[in-house]
């Protein structure tokens, strides 16, 4: 009888793309073959503690319903994450964690599952950190390794690597933000980068996900090029004429969705050389504020880029591509999506999370050539990256044949409609077959780095007994 393998599910985390995380937690949990497999899920919070979690929390609708414990905390208006309470004594963590799960120390982890598997998004959990980290405690994890995380990450480096590998790259520039802090006459600098990257173009914050920090700016306006930039630099400028027009109730909604992961900037953040964490005291502060002063007001998230990486707008049908790649075998690309947008101008994190806004066609129609050179350039890129075991790559075909690629994902979404299951399905492979699949190519890919323990040799050896024996038992042979 095989022993299942604990599988430690990782989710939640720093990023802003946490509650998807907490979706890809939920579908891993559920899909796991559960006879191979032992799900152990571990929840990662936004202060970047471990917590093994009582699997019911996994059902919460968001991380906010669950943690930190709304009777435990002071009554607000507003729903909150842990970093709004601000510094936390060791006792009062323990008492909040212990509501929802036990907490878990790194150097435990081997006591608690055998692999990891990283249902992350965005820094810390997609860029290398937390891959470090169990490659230090000799945990096998899935999916792409430190190096091509760290890549997959930064789309200013990318664009770099691009080049060199001949993928097609629009005309780009950076702009630092100590530049951009420094600079007063905004309208210049807003003509020289044309001058650079032609118009339309493309704002981003070259280290997030889910187009978080993306702005398309269509119009010369120097206002709205302002803007752009300060959305990619978690930055947010508030009049006092604006605020003070507003009524309490339009207040609270302007900060609600400021503080919104999906819209906002999030907390903790800068406002006036003070460093606030709750939003109830936000709006205290920007009230004082006004109350003496009518000049605008910038408030700053401390989590936000040093650059901003500003690119051509290049028009296109747009698509996603996963790429699958089974250990000492070549990359395959899986047959691409098509993304139909509606009344939007680029696929944005509503788009990508939230039904109806697009639809979404698999496979994308392009004659035979066509389908061949875009998936031999995912291929390209997934290589070029140093990828490994699986990603999800974007891009966009233009009205000549050209083909642009941007943000590899190295972690792809997990909700049940993403991509990844989508495609997986157009090649026969059911959600729990595709995680056995990932699971399985990424401890072959770990023991091939020499950075895990000389037993999961063997733990290998073990599944793939397993794997073959339930394929036999599905599919006997008949003579």
Known sequence: MHQPIRVGIFFGGRAREREISLVGGRTVYDNLDKSLFEPVPIFVD???????????????????????????????????????LGELSQRQLKGLVSRIGKPIRPEQFSNVFDIAFLALHGPYGEDGSIQGLLTWYQIPYTGTGILGAALGMNKIAQKKMMLQAGLLVPPYAVL??????????????????????????????????????????????????????????????????????????????WIEQLIDLKTGIGLPLWVHGALIHHPDTLLKQIDHYFQAQDTSLQLISPSGEEAVLLEAFVPGREFSCIV??????????????????????????????????????TPMKLSEEQLHKLRRA????????NCRVYARIDGLITANDEIYLNDPN???????????????????????????????????????SHKVKPDTTHML???????AAKVAKNHPRHI
């Open 46 to 84: 936004s202060l970047g503690h471990f917590i093994l979690l009582e699997w019911r929390y996994l059902y919460q609708g968001t991380i906010r319903d669950f943690y930190p414990p709304s009777d435990l905390i002071p009554q607000s208006h507003f729903q909150i994450y842990i970093e709004s």
């Open 176 to 253: 630092d933000k100590s530049r951009w802090q420094c600079t007063t006459d905004k309208a210049a600098l807003f003509r020289e980068i044309i001058e650079k990257t032609g118009f339309p173009l493309v704002v981003k914050n070259p280290c997030q996900g889910s187009s978080i920090g993306v702005t398309i700016v269509n119009r010369k306006d120097t206002a709205l090029f302002a803007s752009a930039v300060h959305h990619s630099f978690f930055i947010r400028e508030i009049q006092h004429k604006q605020w003070t027009q507003l009524s309490a109730i339009d207040k609270q909604q």
């Open 324 to 361: 699958l790649q089974e250990t000492g075998e070549l990359p395959v690309a899986l047959p691409p999506t098509e993304i139909h947008k509606q009344d939007i101008n680029y696929f944005d994190y509503r788009a990508k999370y939230l039904p109806g806004i697009v639809r979404k066609e």
């Open 378 to 385: 995912c291929v390209t890129l997934f290589e070029s990256l």
């Open 410 to 448: 190295t972690t792809a979404g997990m909700n049940p409609s993403s991509f990844l299951f989508h495609q997986a399905a157009e090649i026969g492979l059911n959600a729990s077959q595709l995680l056995t699949f990932i699971l399985r190519n990424s401890l072959a890919e770990r023991i091939r």
């Open 461 to 467: 050896m073990k599944l793939d007994e397993a794997i």
